[in-house]
């Protein structure tokens, strides 16, 4: 079993930024993707941002963003801890949802309980 426990989010301002970061423990094997995702009221949830795991050490890791986010969001790991960040520059109003961390592997999605990010303009 996996567990992802969120940190960070809350209020930011237009143009700000805010730090989200993501938690695993349990079994967590190499060769996973851990991401994510968000879902605004009345919306469905849609990636953010993805970042995966090579399988062999030393290898190194690739990245996918949602074309919204390119350029203003860093999606970053520290594969020692299992933990994922995304660092959110440059926020717009229309980045409010609530985040969720997410991690799949070996055919299995797992999710974070989801933090609220809420930007104001």
């Known amino acids: 079993q996996v567990q992802l426990v969120e940190s960070g989010g809350g209020l930011g301002q237009a143009g700000g930024s805010l730090r989200l970061s993501c938690a695993a423990s349990g079994s967590i094997f190499r060769g996973n993707v851990m991401g994510w995702y968000r879902q605004a009221p009345g919306k469905q949830r849609e990636l953010v941002a993805t970042i995966t795991t090579p399988f062999l050490g030393g290898g190194g890791s690739s990245t996918n963003y949602a074309d919204s986010v390119k350029g203003r969001f860093t999606i970053s790991r520290d594969n020692a801890k299992n933990t994922v960040s995304l660092q959110m520059n440059s926020l717009k109003p229309e980045d409010t949802a609530v985040y969720y961390c997410?991690?799949?592997?070996?055919?299995?999605?797992?999710w974070g309980q989801g933090t609220q990010v809420t930007v104001s303009s």
């Open positions: 997410a991690l799949n592997q070996r055919g299995t999605d797992y």
